[in-house]
């Protein structure tokens, strides 16, 4: 009789530290999925929103998205990678999100979900510093047009090239499409105002200037695969709402961006 006493005692401890350590483990895996990881792209040669300096991912965007992941309870891992390549690979769910001074536009839209506007850009016209004869879009008949695939500018470029009866040339990157229009190869640039205005600002001998009105207004968004990932769109636009409530969103901009 004992012994029977014994067994169902043993057992029941035995089953009770089972139960305990199934409780331990599942508040344990709790504690650990509730801090999600996502991967997250950009493109490093954006500057000042994003580029690549001592080794380390700098700028506006970045300095915004580590604020708000701090904030909203998530931590990320960063993808550099060509601006053209990040809409095709958020539609094939190869990363989560996407901040690179992405403009949102009714036709991306289709395709992809973004965030409230966080910052208002617009395009303008690059010609080379000693260019006398650009001074405005009224200028641009006949020549030839140096654009970065994929983004605001090619599109402007590509829907006014019979308009203007230009040649486009594309490129895969910033520095390499204005080191076409300092080297003579192109005669103008479409490029967002706060990118060209921080390279000239940044330049000892600056070898572009910016000519005539912006041509157009538009915001960047923070994007996602469309209806995909709406969690993370969601901590996004809160922890944009709370920098911008709390004056921490202005003190990242003036890191970058001087007042006009």
Same mark, same amino acid.
């Given at each position: 009789? %004992?012994?029977?006493? $014994?067994? &169902?005692?043993?057992?029941?401890?035995?089953?009770?530290? /089972?139960?305990?350590?199934?409780?331990?483990?599942?508040?344990?895996?709790?504690?650990?999925?509730?801090?999600?990881?996502? /991967?997250?792209?950009?493109?490093?040669?954006?500057?000042?929103?994003?580029?690549?300096?001592?080794?380390?991912?700098?700028?506006?965007?970045? =300095?915004? %998205? =580590?604020?708000?992941?701090? %904030?909203?309870?998530?931590?990320?891992? *960063?993808?550099?990678?060509?601006?053209?390549?990040?809409?095709?690979?958020?539609?094939?769910?190869?990363?989560?999100?996407?901040?690179? +001074?992405?403009?949102?536009?009714?036709?991306?839209?289709?395709?992809?979900?973004?965030?409230?506007?966080?910052?208002?850009?617009?395009?303008?016209?690059?010609?080379?510093?000693?260019?006398?004869?650009?001074?405005?879009? =009224? =200028?641009?008949?006949?020549?030839?047009?140096?654009?970065?695939?994929?983004?605001?500018?090619?599109?402007?470029?590509?829907?006014?090239?019979?308009?203007?009866?230009?040649?486009?040339?594309?490129?895969?990157?910033?520095?390499?499409?204005?080191?076409?229009? &300092?080297?003579?190869?192109?005669? &103008?640039?479409?490029?967002?105002?706060?990118?060209?205005?921080?390279? /000239?600002?940044?330049?000892?001998?600056?070898?572009?200037?910016?000519?005539?009105?912006? $041509?157009?207004?538009?915001?960047?968004?923070?994007? &996602?695969?469309?209806?995909?990932?709406?969690?993370?769109?969601?901590?996004?636009?809160? +922890? *944009?709402?709370? *920098?911008?409530?709390? +004056?921490?969103?202005?003190?990242?901009?003036?890191?970058?961006?001087?007042?006009?």
């Amino acid at each position: 009789m %004992l012994k029977k006493v $014994l067994s &169902v005692l043993t057992a029941a401890t035995i089953v009770g530290t /089972i139960f305990v350590g199934c409780e331990k483990n599942q508040k344990s895996q709790g504690t650990e999925d509730s801090k999600k990881k996502y /991967i997250i792209a950009t493109d490093a040669t954006y500057a000042p929103f994003e580029y690549q300096k001592d080794g380390k991912y700098i700028g506006i965007d970045i =300095d915004l %998205l =580590d604020s708000i992941s701090k %904030l909203e309870g998530f931590e990320y891992e *960063l993808k550099p990678m060509n601006f053209k390549g990040i809409v095709p690979a958020l539609q094939a769910n190869q990363i989560d999100g996407a901040i690179a +001074g992405i403009s949102i536009t009714e036709e991306r839209k289709k395709i992809l979900d973004f965030s409230e506007g966080y910052y208002e850009a617009g395009l303008s016209v690059v010609t080379k510093a000693n260019n006398d004869k650009i001074k405005s879009s =009224d =200028d641009l008949k006949g020549k030839i047009f140096a654009v970065k695939k994929g983004t605001a500018g090619s599109k402007f470029a590509e829907e006014n090239k019979e308009k203007y009866g230009a040649n486009i040339r594309y490129f895969d990157d910033s520095p390499t499409m204005f080191q076409e229009i &300092v080297n003579g190869n192109a005669d &103008v640039t479409f490029e967002d105002y706060p990118v060209i205005a921080y390279k /000239i600002s940044t330049d000892t001998n600056p070898t572009l200037k910016v000519v005539g009105e912006k $041509l157009n207004k538009d915001n960047y968004g923070f994007a &996602v695969n469309k209806g995909k990932n709406k969690e993370l769109l969601h901590k996004f636009n809160t +922890g *944009l709402k709370k *920098l911008k409530e709390s +004056g921490e969103y202005d003190k990242i901009l003036s890191k970058y961006i001087k007042k006009q």
